[in-house]
């Protein structure tokens, strides 16, 4: 097997010598026409003293700054670029150990006191985090994956020999030094005893504290005898002391500190050092007070623009169809099935023009070849929900074979095509978990339901399912993490024995993430003998025992981006996606044949002249309506917007009693076509017109975007972009791994051709590569977003998404445990005009909101679109989400809080749910609920959801506002959204694009 991963020190080595070179790139940050940014606070950092208590090491926003122990001004040692975190000062105070983020995996390294190059101490492709000195500077203790899980591992600096000193299956973390350096702390999640230990290298483990509550951070007191921890529970996060000789323990924070997860440090035997509430703090063991050491920091800012990329809404030329979802090429190699524009097409070779087997309203997509050439089975819901359905090819005869309760994705036929394997969603989630079922194909038509048969139990978010050559084995490709402790991993085979033997994991190259976890492989040959797969977004094989076992070295049969590989019958040859071109590909001699085909769509424009006589106008623009006016459109577009006059020309729609507001924006959604045609539907309903997807299959998002633009079936305008661009780790299926320079380039050139909105870089991409992929797509006028607020915005990314979310640290730098942010987060995000989408009902607020109202639930929109089982398995996750973290919900209004002066410094704030983690639709009205009752208006809240929603996604000029020259995207509701802004869910009517849709029609299934 051939592992193509570059080494982590290589990495790490033209990672610093950019840096080098860049840094006078960042330097010139500071000149006259940038921006200066004093931070008096920081969200989560960790700090430590220096052993003659002059100056303290703190890691600000990524980087590491000294302060004069007695307060002042910061000064940083190391660049920005490295999210550098958790300093420990070596017991001879001339460098500080940290870990950094430099090469794409975290490693220990050290940096001398007065600045300077940075040494590497650790390398490989594991995470090694949270180093502490012993006594006598020459070893150092952390925390690393290299064990399976996170484990307690020791470096001899003098010669980087590397110790494991803890093996539970259990995850081993934050190790600290006692003062004698004969024993070290530890905080451990293990099942059965959760708590802080103690270990002497070579004897067994104490534990000294039990506790179920959130620990980090030890620290021993001066003589030994106590150790000082963070303990995270649901009322509060603060320090706790336990003693070694009876375990007592006791708070020594107040309940009202947010005390960050990091180790105090030691002014004096009773004295100690510690951060919280955003500060850096002194108290004395016994005190009920602590003293404030300030500080300031201050951080340079660009002030940059580009040129946005520009949207043509009034383009009626036809445009080739880019949605081109999962093309299979037949068994005789003749004929290419694919699901584009709502519909299952068939293109032969020799005849560019596609030939349509299905057309309707219905969603139909995934078509898959039986072994025989003669069927196709695919997922439909023209029945209400995506069942397997399959057609005979020679009779046109169309069955369903598998309706089960939920929605029901990728169909594979088995080698004798008696079974096809299929997965069912879950039934709250389209980005969640899945299980495995097969179907009998053999079954006849008087049969009640066809037999089938759960294989395995659900996965997150696997792969299409194929299967070996003697029906056996069933190989997807799935998660496959590092630890338990943090979710991220890689995308390898998983092999699951149909005969009752043991998954397995297996790689063709091992610690390499496969492609997108959609269908990109594994995909088994029909012979047995290869698999194909998409690696660093090129297609390659690799032999395989008939139990799936890679046995040869794998060959690349591509040099240019690559995507959902099938074979032919014969074994001999592969189609695939080229970006936007069918391509196929001979494995004996890699050579590559373009299979021609031509299809096109073209937006769909209303020929008519509406006046809408509204009562109450909010124009997106003033906090106050206008009245009694008359909103007249022509085509699709706003031509004017008068007093009212009787006797217009124009079909007239009769708003006199209502109110007539822009449409909605929601800025943060996933989806994907399992939830089938009913989400264009829904989002409608709920008065949404405009949708920004950040994280998606390209093409599954392309296909719905060109189904919704040109009519086929009714939904908002989408703004998309591919999968999650990350690191060397990945999580999602979605997710794309980047490793290497020439892959980041095919990917950004993908963008480019397949024409993204935005591009979203995910939270294991490194801040150089970020920097490179913002330098690009500003280039061709894209925007970035990320998860990440400092030093994205150094570098002129222009969103981050969440003021929560998944970070790769374990915390996050914008929000603590307690949920709050402090004037690191909110100054910076004011003053860089980065915008921010909060999610803040995805954070908690949703399930806050549902807690408050009895009616929560009663809105028509969401009675006609989910169902009961939904409802409960809801709940059910929020329950799971309030026992994993501990203050979800009950800390929620410090998260308001932060919103609130967010919008109060003058930041640029749209609303966004992450849906489906909560409800498509309902979550954003919950979203603009959450924002009035942090203290915000109505106003102000739907001003996020449209002017500044379009203004973000660069469509202001179009959208956003009900302007004369606008385009004709409207909402008519019930009420008074700007006194009670739940009246905004009391949708009547939707203008999209000047069509006029009923919310009868849209509740409706055609």
């Avoid at 007065?114 to 952390?142: A, M």
């Amino acid at each position: 097997m051939k592992n193509i991963t570059l080494p982590s020190a290589t990495i790490a080595y033209w990672l610093i010598g950019l840096l080098q070179v860049m840094q006078p790139q960042l330097s010139r940050a500071g000149n006259a026409d940038s921006l200066r940014v004093t931070v008096t606070e920081g969200t989560n950092m960790a700090a430590d003293l220096s052993p003659d208590k002059k100056q303290i090491a703190m890691d600000l926003q990524g980087t590491i700054w000294l302060v004069p122990a007695t307060g002042g001004l910061a000064k940083p040692i190391t660049d920005a670029l490295g999210d550098c975190r958790q300093p420990s000062w070596s017991p001879d105070g001339s460098q500080i150990a940290f870990h950094a983020f430099w090469d794409g995996r975290y490693h220990l390294w050290t940096v001398s006191k007065t600045g300077g190059k940075p040494r590497q101490l650790t390398t490989g492709i594991y995470d090694d985090r949270e180093p502490h000195w012993s006594p006598d500077s020459k070893r150092i203790v952390f925390a690393s994956d290299r064990g399976g899980n996170y484990d307690i591992w020791q470096l001899t600096v003098a010669d980087g020999k590397l110790t494991q000193l803890t093996t539970d299956s259990g995850n081993d973390f934050n190790p600290s030094f006692s003062p004698n350096g004969r024993e070290i702390a530890f905080v451990s999640d293990r099942t059965d005893a959760p708590g802080l230990y103690v270990i002497t290298p070579g004897s067994a483990e104490k534990l000294i504290s039990a506790s179920k509550a959130k620990l980090a951070g030890p620290a021993w007191q001066p003589d030994g005898s106590h150790l000082v921890y963070n303990a995270l529970t649901k009322a509060q996060s603060g320090l706790e002391t336990a003693a070694l000789t009876d375990s007592k323990t006791a708070w020594l924070t107040e309940a009202a500190e947010d005390v960050f997860p990091f180790r105090a440090s030691w002014l004096s035997s009773d004295e100690y050092l510690y951060t919280a509430d955003g500060l850096l703090k002194r108290r004395k063991i016994g005190s009920r007070s602590a003293q404030t050491i300030p500080f300031q920091a201050v951080i340079a800012l660009p002030r940059t623009t580009y040129k946005r990329k520009t949207y043509d809404f009034n383009s009626t030329k036809p445009q080739a169809v880019l949605g081109i979802k999962g093309p299979v090429i037949s068994p005789d190699g003749k004929q290419i099935a694919f699901a584009a524009l709502g519909d299952i097409w068939l293109l032969t070779k020799g005849n560019k023009i596609p030939k349509a087997l299905t057309n309707g309203p219905a969603m139909d997509v995934e078509p898959t070849w039986s072994p025989d050439g003669t069927k196709l089975a695919y997922v439909s819901d023209r029945n209400g929900n995506m069942d397997v359905w399959i057609r005979d090819l020679k009779t046109g005869q169309e069955k369903v074979l598998a309706d089960m309760a939920e929605d029901l994705n990728f169909p594979t036929w088995s080698p004798d095509g008696s079974k096809v394997a299929f997965y069912q969603g879950d039934p709250r989630n389209a980005w969640g978990r899945s299980t495995l079922y097969t179907a009998d194909v053999t079954y006849t038509a008087d049969a009640t339901a066809p037999k089938t048969t759960k294989v395995h139990e659900s996965l997150f978010v696997p792969s299409q399912a194929s299967w070996s050559a003697d029906g056996r084995t069933i190989a997807v490709s799935a998660l496959h993490p590092y630890s338990s402790r943090y979710r991220e991993g890689v995308s390898e085979v998983l092999l699951i024995s149909l005969d009752g033997k043991n998954d397995r994991y297996v790689s063709p190259a091992p610690a390499h993430s496969l492609g997108t976890r959609s269908k990109n492989g594994p995909v088994w040959s029909p012979d047995g003998s290869r698999m194909a797969y998409i690696l660093d977004g090129q297609l390659w094989i690799t032999t395989v025992s008939s139990d799936g076992t890679p046995t040869g070295t794998p060959v690349q049969l591509t040099t240019e981006q690559a995507e959902a590989p099938t074979w032919t019958g014969d074994s001999k040859s592969l189609l695939f996606l080229a970006t936007n071109l069918l391509k196929q590909v001979t494995v004996s001699d890699k050579q590559t044949e373009t299979i021609p085909m031509t299809l096109n769509w073209q937006i769909s424009q209303p020929n008519q002249s509406l006046v809408i006589h509204a009562g109450r106008l909010f124009d997106g623009k003033s906090g106050t309506y206008r009245q009694n006016v008359d909103i007249l459109v022509d085509n699709n577009r706003i031509k004017a917007i008068e007093p009212h006059r009787a006797g217009r020309t124009g079909t007239l729609i009769d708003a006199s009693t209502k109110t007539v507001m822009p449409g909605l924006f929601e800025m943060h959604t996933h989806q994907h076509s399992m939830v089938g045609e009913k989400i264009g539907r829904l989002w409608l309903s709920y008065g949404i017109t405009s949708v920004r997807e950040p994280g998606a299959d390209p093409y599954d998002a392309l296909e719905r975007k060109e189904s919704w633009a040109s009519g086929v079936r009714p939904g908002p305008r989408q703004f998309f972009t591919g999968g999650l661009t990350d690191g060397t780790r990945i999580y999602y299926g979605a997710a794309t791994s980047i490793n290497s320079d020439e892959q980041l380039d095919r990917e950004l050139n993908r963008a480019v051709q397949l024409g993204y909105d935005l591009i979203k870089t995910y939270v294991r991409m490194p801040d150089a590569m970020q920097q490179r992929i913002t330098t690009f797509a500003h280039a061709h006028g894209i925007p970035v977003s990320s998860h990440e607020i400092f030093p994205a915005m150094r570098y002129d990314v222009d969103a981050v998404e969440h003021i929560g979310g998944t970070s790769r640290r374990g915390y996050s730098p914008k929000i603590t445990a307690m949920n709050r942010s402090y004037q690191d987060v909110i100054q910076l995000l004011a003053k860089s005009g980065m915008n921010i989408t909060p999610t803040a009902s995805l954070q908690g607020g949703f399930f806050v909101a549902a807690s408050k109202d009895p009616a929560f639930y009663e809105n028509r929109q969401y009675k006609a679109f989910y169902s009961e089982d939904y409802s409960n398995a809801l709940q059910a996750g929020a329950a799971q989400m309030t026992k994993i973290s501990p203050g979800y919900l009950a800390n929620y209004s410090n998260l308001q809080k932060s919103v609130k002066a967010l919008i109060a410094a003058g930041a640029h704030v749209t609303t966004g749910t992450d849906s489906p983690f909560v409800p498509y639709g309902l979550s954003l009205h919950t979203e603009l609920q959450t924002f009035v009752d942090a203290g915000l208006s109505p106003y102000e809240a739907l001003r996020s959801a449209t002017l500044w929603a379009a203004e973000t996604v660069g469509a202001s000029k179009d959208l956003g506002s009900i302007e004369p020259g606008k385009l004709a995207d409207l909402v008519i509701v019930n009420g008074d959204p700007l006194t009670n802004i739940k009246d905004a869910l009391n949708v009547e009517q939707v203008i999209r694009n000047g069509a006029v849709l009923s919310i009868e029609t849209l509740l409706k299934q055609p």
